[in-house]
């Protein structure tokens, strides 16, 4: 075993004197981009106005431009390929972000072309100090993905699965309950989503701010109940395309929700303005356009209509 290591370390200390030798080679030519400080002024203020087309570039001048690059992505703490997400394979993906430790920001959306649990679960075991990770439209993904996050990012504090439809509730509620942290959860078309990982995603998660649950038929007015009476901070909520939910549990949500800033109910066909009239009272913004005339509680639409022609021809005259 000891022989072993020691033949390890030798390999290891001449694959670096042959990078060494490699990046002197490259200095002699002449002045160089590699010249300057790798780390103090190359990673900090030149590689990262490059994109990442022009990165890999880089990467194939010579072995010491890898490993500058190298040294790179593994100090980024921000990974988005929203932009590149049907234009990159997998291998590429794991040369960003092999031998990262530090990445706080995954972005994945839409790469369902390549992107799966194999390829992501490893990534998250490695990078346990993961705050923000999307995946929306990543349609290859299973329940094993959520679970890893549970598992190993307990820090994370923002999760967006976006037409996720293989998240099942149960996957959602193990993310709730292992990563506590989450100030923002978005969920909109996970179709499988139920009052009852709602629930449990409320009762873990005391910092909430943030819920999107956008077209869920799941979602009823028992969710906006609980969210009414829990203790959450939350300030946003998007519940647009969920028709169970009605004006009963809105009222609750008016008077017990005191933190709320934005509601989001385009499309909710049971809710009605004068519900969200209270809301408005508040201050809450409401996305639904405000009409010109706002029937009271108990009054119809036709009543609150006849009384606003009435006040316009009492003005005039």
């Known amino acids: 075993m000891m022989a072993c290591d020691a033949s390890c370390h030798d390999t290891c200390h001449l694959v670096h004197e042959d990078m060494c030798l490699d990046r002197a080679q490259t200095l002699s030519c002449g002045p160089s981009l590699l010249y300057l400080p790798w780390e103090d002024v190359l990673c900090r203020y ?13 990467r194939q001048v010579n072995r010491a431009a890898a490993e500058l690059v190298k040294a790179f992505f593994g100090r980024r703490l921000q990974v ?26 995954l972005v994945l959306a839409n ?10 679960c490893g990534v998250i075991t490695c990078c346990p100090r993961l705050q ?34 293989w998240l099942s509730a ?3 509620a193990a993310l709730a309950l292992g990563c506590r942290r989450l100030q923002r959860i978005d969920v909109e078309s996970c179709w ?14 005391c910092r909430l701010q943030n819920l999107s649950l956008c077209k869920i038929y799941g ?47 385009m499309d909710c066909r049971d809710i009605t303005e004068a519900t969200l009239a209270r809301l408005r009272l508040r201050g809450v913004l409401v996305d639904r ?17 006849l009384k606003m022609l009435m006040h316009r021809l009492h003005l005039q005259i």
């Open 170 to 172: 149960s996957a959602l």
């Open 80 to 105: 988005d390929l929203t932009h590149y997400a049907g234009r990159i394979p997998a291998r590429s993906f794991h040369t960003i972000v092999d031998g990262n430790r530090v990445l706080r920001t």
């Open 219 to 265: 979602i009823t007015d028992a969710t906006i109940r609980e969210i009414a009476y829990c203790r959450t901070p939350l300030t946003d909520l998007n519940i647009s395309g969920c028709w169970r939910v009605t004006d009963d549990s809105i009222r609750v949500l008016a008077e017990y929700c005191q933190t709320l800033q934005v509601l989001r109910v």
């Open 289 to 305: 356009a405000r009409p010109s005339y706002i029937p009271l509680q108990g009054e119809s639409s036709s009543e609150a209509y």
């Open 111 to 120: 790469c369902r072309d390549w992107l799966d649990d194999s390829v992501l």
């Open 132 to 165: 923000h990770v999307d995946v929306s439209g990543c349609s290859r993904l299973t329940d094993a993905t959520p679970r890893a996050l549970a598992a190993g990012c307990p820090d994370l504090d923002a999760v967006v699965m976006r037409d996720c439809h």
């Open 192 to 205: 499988a989503v139920d009052d009852a990982a709602i629930k449990v995603v409320l009762a873990a998660c």
């Open 46 to 58: 030149v590689l990262c106005r490059l994109s990442l087309h022009d990165l890999f570039r880089l």
